[in-house]
């Protein structure tokens, strides 16, 4: 089944959130462009790694001239989606200079050869980026706590016990 082209032309909200309780949490971006709500799983990695990205292309960035083009406090709630649209495989970020917006590229992770990926490319101010790497972080730290020892996600249900004391 082939899945649409997301090819936007702005993004009028962008986030990240996760369902589900505390070590079996599924993580989602969510981005929507007026009526359209897109929900991409992905991994708690991806959005640590996209998140910490995210941040350092920000600090490497030209200053807008005549100040901040999008000052607006930017953070977009996620709704729980239920199930996703498609599962992120690929992440990649670029930055285009006469809009000021860094744009998202997602690439759908596919099991099989024949099977062409869906694609999504969300473009993002400087303000829905930075409530983006905000949350993911608060995320992030909501996490398990690590165990002492070897630094592995220790699971609440086993008070605190990890394999590794073995």
């Known amino acids: ?39 991409l799983k992905l991994e708690k990695q991806q959005v640590a790694g996209l998140a910490e990205f995210l941040d350092k292309m920000l600090n490497d960035l030209p200053p807008v ?4 083009s999008d000052n607006a406090a930017n953070e977009a ?15 990649g970020v670029t930055y285009h200079q006469s809009s000021d917006r860094l744009v998202l590229f997602a690439e759908e992770l596919v ?13 993002l101010s400087r303000a ?3 409530a983006f790497v905000a949350r993911a972080r608060v995320l992030i730290e909501a996490g398990r706590d690590p165990c ?18 073995n």
Do not use: K, Y
């Open 1 to 39: 089944m082939d899945r649409p082209e997301i090819n936007w032309d702005d993004t009028h909200a962008f986030t990240t959130g996760t369902v589900g309780p505390r070590g079996r949490r599924v993580f989602f971006l969510q981005a929507r462009h007026t009526d359209q709500v897109v929900s």
């Open 65 to 68: 001239p005549g100040g901040e």
């Open 77 to 91: 709630d996620f709704d729980d989606p239920g199930e996703p649209d498609w599962v992120i495989g690929n992440l």
């Open 111 to 123: 099991r099989d050869e024949d099977v062409q990926p869906a694609h999504a490319r969300f473009p």
């Open 128 to 130: 829905q980026v930075v």
């Open 148 to 165: 002492p020892l070897c630094g592995a996600p220790l699971d609440p249900a086993a008070n605190g016990w990890c394999p590794c004391v």
